[in-house]
Each structure stands twice: as C-alpha cells, then as structure tokens.
C-alpha cells in the first residue's frame, strides 16, 4: 500500500494551497481517506476526511471555512485545498485511509509520508 502526498511548499500568509496524495495497493473506494497535520513540537491534529463516496466531509474548526477535501475514486486521489493560509498551518501534512468515518488518527491504517508546507508572515 502506497500514499503519496504532494504539493506542499512555501507560501505567504493569505495564499492557498492543493495537496495531493496518490494511493495505490488497495481498493480505493473501499477506505475512508484523511488529511493529518503536525506542526513542529506539536501532536499529529485531523485536518479533514472524506467518505468512501465523496458524499460528506468534515473539516477540523482551525480550518474550517479555509479547507476542503474532496476526492476522485477513478484516479484513486484525495486533494485538500486549503485558502487563507496562515503561519499557524505551517505542518507537515499526511493522508491517510481507513475504515471508519472519524477524526481520530487511530482509525487510519495507512498513511503517506508527509508534504511539507511553510507559511511564511
């Protein structure tokens, strides 16, 4: 099973961002994906998740009104969107999929390896 998420860089306070992650090795629509976050000297935070149909998310309140994750099950790709980024969501950023709709990173089996984003003030 592979994860690979993408798209982090550095970006200005008030700028937006797309992160990506490829999964493959598993049956794509079969998992509930999500996005995790973890800042330097902080614990891993959900950021959002999305059902295995794309029918309902939900975003984390440090995010919400800024983030949206949305998913292609003929691609086997997650995306976060992200806008209005500020210095506080400078973190490394993983997916993840599992098999029950939660924002508790236990529920998660399988995760990426992470893409960097910095903001920058």
């Known amino acids: 099973v592979q994860l690979q998420a993408s798209g982090g860089g550095l970006v200005q306070a008030g700028g937006s961002l797309r992160l990506s992650c490829v999964v493959s090795?598993?049956?794509?629509?079969?998992?509930?994906m999500g996005w995790f976050r973890q800042a330097p000297g902080k614990e891993r935070e959900f950021v959002a998740a999305?059902?295995?149909?794309?029918?309902?998310?939900v975003t984390a309140d440090s995010v919400k009104g800024r983030a949206t994750i949305a998913r292609d099950n003929a691609e086997n790709t997650v995306n976060l969107q992200v806008y209005s980024l500020k210095p506080e969501d400078t973190a490394v950023y993983y997916c993840?999929?599992?098999?029950?709709?939660?924002?508790?990173?236990?529920?998660?089996?399988?995760w990426g390896q992470g893409t960097l984003v910095t903001v920058s003030s």
């Open positions: 993840a999929a599992g098999g029950h709709y939660s924002k508790r990173s236990n529920d998660f089996n399988y």
């Open positions: 090795g598993l049956t794509f629509k079969n998992y509930v």
């Open positions: 999305i059902t295995w149909s794309g029918g309902t998310t």
